[in-house]
């Protein structure tokens, strides 16, 4: 379930699922709920401006995007990046 990784302070133990420190991983600390684990990533400012990989859209730099989810590293700006797990 955790996997351990060697920093200079010494060995620190983090989970596989959520790569938080075993300690403070609700999963590894046994609770029941699993964790939605989304596709897309966490909401940033954006630093460039670029497009909606899904509608096109444009975005400039200070709108919140998050990555699309898709290996090709696309971008979705606020038009189409909500979905059920925020």
């Excluded at 590894?28 to 859209?57: D, H, I, L, M």
């Excluded at 444009?58 to 989810?69: L, M, T, V």
């Amino acid at each position: 379930m955790a996997e351990l990784y060697r920093l200079p302070t010494g060995p620190v133990a983090r989970c596989e699922l959520t790569e938080l420190l075993v300690s403070e991983c609700a999963h590894c600390r046994g609770f029941e709920e699993e964790p939605v684990v989304s596709s897309r990533g966490q909401w940033f400012t954006a630093t460039y401006s670029g497009r909606c990989s899904n509608c096109k859209t444009s975005f400039e730099p200070g709108d919140r995007i998050r990555a699309d989810g898709f290996m090709s590293g696309g971008w979705l700006a606020e038009c189409c990046g909500e979905d059920e797990d925020g």
